[in-house]
């Protein structure tokens, strides 16, 4: 199943809801629909929980495991801000262009963190972004398009049409939102168990106790939901990484526009004009060993992102080199905050995710 990816399993939810999809479906999760016609759909999405975690911390009898349909894969870069985008949206990032944590602008010429609005070399909050944040980046999610359909679609996040306390609240709101008529989509956001992954690490035992609850809670859901099909998946995994200092390679530095922006294990450079080859020869020389190179005509014929229509801003973001991680390393500037684990690379820890779904009494129609 890890030819798909977590886009295609957006369009499925987008094909059983009557909504239009672009890319291609899970056939195992159609059939699913086709057999089951749930009244509520509810997807509950627990940041940076990859396949491979769970299967370091479960035991082979728990919930998730045994209920688990298969890994597909995170988009392109294994990263939030790409993935719950396209999890929201059934797009590719290459259309939704919501490509990395830092992402460079260009009708302001600056690189800016998209959720917050700082810019990464200033520290200062960029009122302009902030304003037309929605007109830059106007895809619809899912449950937006349906809410404008007169149809039942909520997001249950911090961030959404409901918020909750903690994963018990969380839970409760679920339960209680499923209970109400009609038929339904509820995406669910839960910013961990990644947030303490950052911290301490992807195998802290404080990881295992959080994705040992959120396998407790969830099962113990499953039992209460009613003409349910409940689906666990997440955005991206992770891994234990170290850290490389780009400012202690000066001559790679000295070629740079800007600073780097995206991710530290998915980096964009931009570079000053007629210095391409030197960049190349000088950060393959110190660097080719822990990172894969590509050219922005590369990232373009290799569909790298994704393939679809291409957002407006896709070319400029991705500046004039993209370096991926493929060991465990991370390559930050002055301007990066230095995490214990992270993502973003294209290792089975960060890429692989589980595909988990559970039929939660439902009635058959007659």
Known sequence: MNSYQLVHFACSIRKYFGLPYHHETIPVVDQLFEQ???????????????????????EDQAFFKTH??????????ATTTAATTSMKTGLTPVEH???????????????????????????????????????????????KELQEQGKIGLEISPYGDKNYQDLYDMMDVIQKTCREKGKKYLYVYDPE????????????????????????????LSQQLENTLLFVVADHGHTTIQYMDLEDAPEVMELLEKTTSLEQRTIS????KGKEQLFETRFLKRFG????????????????FGTGKEHPFFESAIGDYIA????????????????????AGITEDEVLIPLIAVCCNIVKKV
């Open 97 to 143: 262009g919501m490509l990395g944590w830092n992402m460079y602008i260009e009708p302001l010429d600056q690189i800016i963190e998209l959720y917050t609005g700082i810019e990464k070399e200033t520290g200062k909050v960029n009122e302009t972004y902030l304003e037309k944040h929605r007109s830059y980046f106007p895809a619809k999610e899912i449950t």
């Open 324 to 343: 991926v991680a493929i060991s465990n390393q991370a390559l930050c500037t002055k301007e990066d905050f230095k995490l214990i684990s992270h993502h």
């Open 193 to 220: 168990p990644d947030h303490t992954m950052h911290e301490l690490g992807s195998d802290h035992e404080k990881v295992r106790k959080l994705i040992q609850e959120r396998n407790d809670q969830v099962q113990k």
């Open 269 to 272: 450079f931009r570079v000053k």
């Open 68 to 77: 688990m349909l298969g890994e597909i894969r995170s988009v392109f870069p």
């Open 36 to 58: 089951e016609k749930p009244e509520n759909v509810v997807v509950i999405l627990f940041d940076g929980m990859g396949s491979r975690i769970i299967d370091r911390t479960l």
């Open 289 to 304: 060993k822990a990172f894969q190179l590509y050219s922005k005509q590369q990232v373009i014929d290799l569909h790298l």
